[in-house]
């Protein structure tokens, strides 16, 4: 395996080149490298009905956001019923269905604010990957542009009481999947105190993005899922590595060519990671929480198993802290959206607050940074529009009509909104 040479700069936000994935695309859940980062110009603070591009009603429901690659928007739906999944490919520029796919499968349990198309599809110029997975099977789909079936894998079982969620990402030609899973008897309070399922099988998988071959498989020790998603950072020894955050391993980076763990800063996390990690100068944040708060936030630098040198604590956020949103890292801040609606700026070397206010709204979607401004969908639909500064200031607040826990993507110029069942395309002014 060919391994690239990249100058030695840290973990930074654009650590690997092939991750930016050129302008216009948003190739993932939160866009290039999960960093929650648009390139779009004057997208409005605030707009009216009449300012959108287009809207589209979707055939079903979902929580999971849009991936964007050139004019091709996807996304994914279902039917709360059936448990029918549906993949979508709409012209990204007019909003016009170009193919549909629907797979059925048998109803299971999740959270009450889960749903079977919650998992983000992942993109690039071949195509979509798809998470389809059921607790019978966590499953892979890679569908070429014209909607057919590329290829297919099968991962074995899934268990977890609050369903599945993770979406793939794809880095240096893999399709990358976190399936980190849960053991029924460190959680009594939803298995009860003698469960009778064996624990799930975890690990870290990459797959051969043209062929879904396995190039290689990390195994993880199972404990509390989580449903963060991860990025990739340079490590200090010029080489890709994937950041993930869990209870079972806190946080930790396996080099992307191999999987073999290249630091781990471990016993850290006390329960679920949700938000998904990431990336500062030097250094790798994600955290944890239960319920619905966040308890810990922790940023570290990174170590480096060729050199020696183990992983140190940077700083440290205790609540408030998001659980679910993931954090904006821009311009030497770290932004922090909770879920109750308090939003803060901090130093992101230093952690030290800048600001902290509350906003009237609680939210499960993340926010994005745009032009020098964050956006974000509460779970009512509003969409809260702050400026990413200093100092905080209120900048917009426009309702969607209805329920909404994804976050928006940024491609083309445009901003793209996901409802409960419908899209809405937002052109910069």
Not at 230 to 240: L, M, N
Not at 299 to 318: C, T
């Amino acid at each position: 395996m060919t391994r690239p040479t990249l100058p030695v700069v840290g973990l930074v936000l654009s650590a690997v080149a092939s991750l930016h994935a050129g302008e216009g695309n948003w190739p993932r859940f939160r866009g290039p490298n999960g960093a929650g980062i648009g390139e779009a110009k004057a997208i409005p603070a605030t707009w009216t009905d009449g300012d959108y591009a287009w809207k589209a009603k979707l055939p079903g429901m979902g929580h999971s956001s849009p991936v964007v690659w050139g004019n091709r928007l996807f996304i994914t739906c279902c039917d709360p019923k059936a448990a029918t999944r549906m993949v979508l490919c709409l012209d990204a520029a007019t909003g016009k269905t170009l193919w549909q796919r629907e797979f059925t499968a048998k109803p299971f349990r999740q959270h009450g604010d889960n749903a079977y198309a919650s998992a983000s599809p992942a993109a690039d110029a071949d195509g979509a990957i798809i998470s389809l997975s059921t607790p019978d099977e966590v499953a892979l789909l890679a569908l070429d542009n014209e909607g057919k079936d590329a290829w297919r894998r099968a991962l074995g079982p899934w268990v977890g009481n609050h369903g599945t969620g993770v979406s793939p990402v794809i880095a240096n030609g893999l399709v990358i999947l976190a399936n980190e899973q849960e053991d029924p008897r460190l959680i009594p309070s939803m298995y009860g105190p003698k469960p009778t399922m064996p624990p799930g099988k975890s690990f870290i998988i990459a797959l051969d993005r043209k062929t879904g071959e396995t190039r290689w498989q990390a195994e993880r020790v199972t404990k509390i899922s989580p449903y963060s998603t991860p990025c990739v950072a340079q490590s200090p020894d010029g080489r890709p590595e994937l950041v993930l955050s869990s209870m079972a391993h806190g946080i930790s980076a396996l080099d992307l060519a191999t999987g073999e763990v290249n630091w781990e800063f471990g016993n850290v996390f006390r329960d679920r990671c949700v938000s998904s990690p990431v990336l500062g100068p030097g250094i790798a944040i994600a955290g944890y929480g239960a319920g619905t708060s966040g308890a810990l936030m922790v940023a570290v630098r990174a170590g480096s198993r060729a050199k020696g040198v183990e992983p140190k604590l940077a700083w440290q956020l205790k609540a408030p802290v998001p659980l679910v949103p993931t954090p904006v890292v821009k311009d030497g801040r770290i932004f922090l959206w909770h879920d109750n609606g308090t939003v803060a700026c901090h130093n992101v070397e230093t952690g030290e607050q800048v600001w902290r206010e509350k906003l009237p709204g609680a939210f499960y979607g993340s926010p994005v940074w745009v032009d020098g401004r964050l956006y974000c969908i509460a779970k009512n639909g509003e969409v809260f529009v702050i400026a990413a500064g200093d100092k905080f200031e209120l900048l917009g607040r426009v309702p969607l009509g209805e329920p909404s826990f994804a976050t928006p993507a940024v491609a083309n110029g445009t901003m793209y909104l996901r409802t409960r069942a419908q899209l809405f395309a937002l052109k910069g002014k």
